[in-house]
């Protein structure tokens, strides 16, 4: 078999693999962090405002992971906060307030966005001359034209803030925008680490330890 046709193969298999197994991606569309802040939270509690509880755990527990993993204390409000966030303003801030938090992550999504994109046919090149019929149809074959599509894909654009606890000041906020490809813990674990490396170059959190 000669390397194009293991290309021509492999490449579609690898492109649907990627797409089973949950090639998300995620961009940050835009930052803001308070000029006047130039520290970096001690304790951080984590909310991640969904309606699905299991989601809403995976979201907070890889958040408090890769936090922790910068030397900063967090705690995952599910643990303090079970079952449906309270809208009580009051009783969180207690909550936070009995954890020792001097920070607060909230995170929800703002909208899911559809975009449509048109993909042209693409027609391979032929040799100029085949050695045998057979060969020419073998080649025929794997080199047919791929007509043009249309293509959908999916984004989740999620807003994240980070809120000072004693003064309720908002230190830093981010827009951010995934594809919504492959399993739900794929997304967010793609979510996520956008944003805690946004966190980190933007000095919120410490550097990699």
Known sequence: ???LKMLIRIVPAALALCALTGCAT?????TWKDPAYHGHPNRIMVIGMTKQITNRRVFEDE???LIKSRGTDAVASYT???GKLDTDHAAITAAMKRQGTDAVLITR???IKTESTYVPGTVDPLPMRYTSWSYHYRFGYDMMYSPGYMAEERYAVVETSLYDTTDDRLLWSAKS???LKGADHQQIKSI???LVSSMTEEQILKPLQ
């Open 1 to 3: 078999m000669t390397l």
């Open 80 to 82: 303090v906060l079970p």
């Open 177 to 179: 925008r995934t594809e």
């Open 63 to 65: 958040f408090v992971r």
């Open 109 to 111: 999504l703002l909208e």
């Open 192 to 194: 996520v680490k956008a």
């Open 26 to 30: 995620t961009e940050i569309s835009s």
